[in-house]
């Protein structure tokens, strides 16, 4: 297979896998969630939990106090990481022409320099926090399988990607392919893995800001 | 042979037998030294060479015998001969060509019949082990490779004949670099390209659809200057000319790095001249030397007179997915895709959610309040 049958591949064929499986998993794990529902509450709500549920999914995004003493670490490689990548992810403009052609509808992307910088920086806080995840006795001895390949999964798209852009070490076919390859593992592991939380964690939110909101406890 | 204005060079030149060093030649066209350092110093920067190496490739190819030549067309279009042959106007690069002694040439020989077989046997038989074979087009293999027969014999034969005694083999445009059109998806022919069939002979791939003159004069200059093939990359292209991505050397490249695109061919960013990305260019993922070195005498080349790169030196082109799908783009019908598994998971996760629930009604069901007397009973 060369170089160009590889990325053709990935392209192609391996992409439709790739997307059924994301699509279908994501689908699949959102709506047995909402099917399974709450227990029923018999109490008389103090306040209705729908307001509250929605500004929890957005105030919970905000560390508290307490855990950015606890933890400057976690929170600020966190928030770095989160917002590089999805700068890199959803304004490189080649991303976005991919997304124009799964979702039917495209947006403004950003120059080139603000996207590596922003891939760079992912990167950087990526391995600070790997590193701070292996230096911490606790967190090491809390953290398992589940929780590095999730870390691999989201790291090999920003690396080949960075290497796509500056084209060093393969040829560019090649390592467009490894890109995409990277990306459509990350795509088939998604929804089995704790990269669900990109979704759940709004869902987890909401449960828990409506159930406090019905006790008229602020969340 | 009549030989009078209207007879092409190369024909010309065998006619008259003429064993003329290339510096002679050129005396007698009328170029002056200076012109011809000029041109050598030329030659020599587009090879990548240091730019003390002008002057002693000038003497070098001042020297130079005439090189033999067997030019074999397969599986092709002619349109490498014509952009190799038909310059805007005369320029060093035809006199190079004009130079070499095209011993065996379609479309450019008198002869034909069983007298250009004749010719092709003559070169191979006095130029033993010297003389340079040049092959446009690929080569069919599939049943026995009839697809493409040359005075009754089959290209393969004809080409495991003819680089038998060759010196190197040049592998000139796509379709004898990588197989090219006849290659393409469903390849009905069977057809390979030139370096899958000759093992045993260094082959230069000078790739492209038609590839650029520059590149061929260049490679020749090579050979005639040092009597060694320039350095090659892993497909086997000299790397002086497919050394860095049309995408790098674009002047349109500026305008990519500021997100600046055209979205159609006639909006206003096609009319402001913004990258072409969008439209399908291959320019990223093509190495050529089209966007420095250019077409026709350095006019343009095809990003530059508004059209998408088609990444047409590169190995498998035609089935990249299509000509105007941007790079990153999905060549499935991926919207559908999406929607189809959507629904499906939406259907599975709504019976897998019902599944569940059935289960924790019927363990409730089942429940029954056990008191201590009962436990102590068992």
Not at chain 1, 137 to 158: A, E, I, K, N, Q
């Amino acid at each position: 297979m060369t170089a160009v049958d590889f990325l053709a591949f990935t392209r192609g064929p391996l992409f439709d896998v790739a997307l059924i499986i994301f699509i279908a998993g994501l689908a699949i794990r959102f709506v047995e969630i909402l099917v399974l529902g709450r227990r029923r509450d018999f109490s008389e709500p103090r306040r209705g939990g729908f307001g509250s549920g929605l500004r929890t999914m957005f105030s919970r995004t905000l560390p508290e106090t307490g855990t950015m003493k606890r933890a400057p670490t976690t929170v600020v490689a966190g928030w770095v990481f989160h917002i590089g990548f999805l700068v890199t992810l959803l304004l490189f403009v080649p991303h976005i022409e991919m997304f124009q052609a799964v979702l039917g509808f495209g947006w403004p992307g950003l120059p080139t320099p603000i996207i590596d910088f922003a891939g760079i920086l992912a990167m950087v806080a990526m391995v600070v926090v790997l590193i701070n995840r292996l230096r911490n006795p606790v967190m090491r001895f809390l953290s398992g399988f589940g929780d590095y390949l999730p870390w691999l999964l989201t790291f090999l798209p920003l690396i080949t990607g960075w290497l796509v852009f500056h084209r060093l070490l393969l040829p560019y076919p090649a390592m467009l392919g490894l890109h995409i390859l990277s990306v459509e593992l990350l795509m088939i592991l998604f929804p089995f893995t704790k990269l669900m939380h990109t979704f759940t964690a709004f869902l987890a939110r909401y449960y828990t800001g409506a159930a406090f909101g019905r006790k008229g406890v602020q969340s | 042979m009549q030989i009078d204005e209207t007879t092409p060079n190369a024909a010309r030149s065998a006619a008259s037998g003429d064993d003329r060093t290339l510096g002679a030649l050129l005396a007698a066209r009328g170029v002056s030294r200076r012109a011809f350092l000029k041109y050598s110093s030329y030659l020599a920067s587009l090879l990548a060479l240091p730019a003390s190496m002008a002057p002693a490739m000038a003497a070098s190819l001042a020297k130079a015998q005439r090189q033999s030549v067997i030019w074999l067309s397969f599986q092709e279009c002619t349109g490498c001969t014509e952009s190799l042959t038909r310059s805007l106007s005369p320029t060093l690069d035809d006199l190079i060509f004009d130079f070499i002694s095209l011993d065996y040439h379609h479309t450019l020989q008198a002869a034909s019949g069983h007298a250009a077989e004749e010719a092709r046997m003559q070169a191979m038989e006095a130029h033993k082990g010297k003389y340079i074979v040049a092959v446009d087009g690929s080569v069919p293999v599939k049943d026995g490779g009839i697809y493409s027969t040359i005075a009754g014999m089959s290209n393969l034969d004809i080409l495991e004949e003819t680089t038998k005694d060759a010196f190197a083999v040049v592998a000139i445009g796509s379709c004898a670099a990588f197989g090219g059109l006849p290659l393409a998806d469903p390849n009905p022919t069977g057809a390979v390209p030139v370096t899958e069939l000759v093992t045993d002979k260094p082959v230069i791939n000078i790739p492209g659809c038609p590839p650029i003159p520059e590149a061929m004069a260049a490679v020749l200059a090579h050979v005639l200057t040092f009597g060694i093939l320039p350095e090659l990359d892993s497909l086997g292209r000299p790397k002086s000319f497919y050394g860095e991505s049309v995408h790098d050397r674009c002047y349109r490249r500026p305008f990519y790095d500021r997100g600046e695109f055209a979205e159609s061919f006639d909006d206003e960013g096609a009319k402001k001249g913004w990258c072409l990305y969008k439209l399908g260019c291959k320019g990223p993922a093509t190495s050529n030397a089209c966007a420095t070195v250019k077409w026709n005498g350095g006019t343009s080349f095809p990003i530059e007179a508004g059209h998408p790169c088609l990444g047409c030196s590169e190995p498998g082109f035609w089935d990249m997915g299509g000509f105007y799908r941007a790079l990153s783009v999905p060549t499935g019908d991926v919207a559908r895709i999406a929607a189809v598994a959507a629904g499906a998971g939406v259907v599975a996760g709504a019976a897998a959610g019902a599944l569940h629930r059935a289960t924790k009604s019927a363990a409730r069901g089942k429940h029954h309040t056990v008191t201590v007397e009962e436990l102590e009973e068992k």
